[in-house]
C-alpha cells in the first residue's frame, strides 16, 4: 500500500500555481512508506487538463504518484453545475454522465509514470440529494447504464474509477460495499470499482467494518482507501483509530498495492461537510500528528 495526504487538507484548490508550495507542506509531513500519493482536485473541464499535466510533472519530480478525486461541486460552490446520473431528466444523466467522464480524462493525464490512472471520490452521486425512500429499480437502472458509460471511457483511458462509498447523511445511492459490489458486478467492466472511506463505513456498514473491508480488498475492485475519524478531525483521535492495526494488517493480507490517504478538510471546506468543530487547532498540526499515529501503528 502506498501512503498519501489530500491537497484539500491544505488548501482549495491546488493546481499548477501552488503544487510546489503544497507538496513542500507535505514534505514535512512525514509520510510513512515509500513512493506517497497525493491526492488532487479532479476537473471535468478538459480546459484544465494543463493542471493535470503540472500537478503530473511536480508529483513526479518529487517522487509522489497521483490519485484524482471527482468530487461533488458543492465543494467549489453552490454555483457549480450538478448533473446527476439517476436523474429524471435524460438530458441531465447524459450531463452527468459527460462531467464524470471528464474526471476520468482529468485522471489519466495526472497519473505519473508507470502508474495506473486512478480516480476516487463520489462522482457518481448528487451529494446530500434525497428522494425520501431509497434507490427504485428505474433508478437502479438508469445507474447502471451511467456507470457503464464511463466504466467504458475509464477502460479505454486505462483509468481505475472508483466512485466513494458515502453514508446515508450525504447519499442514498449505494452506502455500502456490498451494494457497491452488486453494482459493479452488474456494470461488469473491469476498471470500474470504489473507494472506502473509514469514517462512512463507521455510519453504514456492520458493526465491525473489518470484515467489510476484507470483503472488499479480496473482491479486487478497491481502487483507493480514506483513513477518516467519526468526527472527521485528526486521524487516531476518534473512534476509528483503534482499529487501524487491524485495518492495515487487512490491507497487507490481501495485497492491497494502492492508495491509503488519511483525508483531512481545511477549514474552507468545513461548511461542505458540515464540520463546525475544530478542536485540534491548525490543520498542519493536525496533518502532523495523524501521520504521526499511523508510523505507530
Not at 470504489?194 to 479486487?220: C, Q, R, Y
Amino acid at each position: 500500500m502506498r501512503f498519501g495526504i489530500n491537497t484539500w487538507a491544505w488548501n482549495v484548490p491546488v493546481d499548477g500555481g501552488n503544487i510546489g508550495e503544497f507538496l513542500d507542506w507535505a514534505a514535512d509531513l512525514r509520510i510513512p512508506g515509500d513512493k506517497p500519493v497525493i491526492e488532487v482536485f479532479a476537473s471535468p473541464d478538459p480546459a484544465n487538463l494543463p493542471t493535470a499535466a503540472a500537478i503530473r510533472t511536480a508529483a513526479a519530480d518529487r517522487g509522489y504518484g497521483v490519485v484524482s478525486c471527482g468530487f461533488n461541486p458543492y465543494m467549489a460552490g453552490p454555483d457549480q453545475p450538478n448533473p446527476h446520473l439517476i436523474s429524471p431528466d435524460a438530458d441531465e444523466r447524459k450531463a452527468a454522465i459527460a462531467r464524470a467522464c471528464g474526471f476520468v480524462t482529468f485522471a489519466a493525464a495526472a497519473r505519473t509514470n508507470g502508474d495506473p490512472g486512478i480516480l476516487s471520490g463520489p462522482w457518481h452521486t448528487r451529494h446530500t440529494h434525497f428522494t425520501g425512500s431509497g434507490i427504485t429499480a428505474q433508478e437502479r437502472a438508469w445507474l447502471v447504464e451511467g456507470l457503464g458509460q464511463i466504466a467504458k471511457h475509464a477502460d479505454d483511458l486505462g483509468v481505475l474509477a472508483g466512485f466513494e462509498i458515502l453514508n446515508r447523511f450525504e447519499s442514498y445511492v449505494l452506502n455500502t460495499v456490498d451494494q457497491a459490489l452488486d453494482v459493479i458486478a452488474e456494470v461488469g467492466h473491469p476498471n470500474l470499482g470504489f473507494n472506502w472511506d473509514t469514517s462512512h463505513a463507521h455510519i453504514d456498514e456492520d458493526e465491525d467494518v473489518v470484515p467489510n473491508l476484507t470483503k472488499a480488498s479480496l473482491s479486487g475492485r478497491l481502487f483507493h482507501v480514506h483513513l477518516s475519524e467519526n468526527h472527521r478531525r485528526a486521524y487516531g483521535t476518534g473512534k476509528i483509530g483503534p482499529r487501524t492495526r487491524e485495518i492495515l494488517q487487512v490491507l497487507r493480507d490481501t495485497h492491497y498495492k494502492l492508495g491509503v490517504v488519511p483525508e483531512l478538510f481545511c477549514e474552507a471546506l468545513d461548511g461542505a461537510i458540515h464540520k463546525w468543530n475544530r478542536t485540534e487547532g491548525d490543520i498542519h498540526t493536525a496533518a502532523r500528528n495523524s501521520f504521526a499515529f499511523l508510523a505507530k501503528c
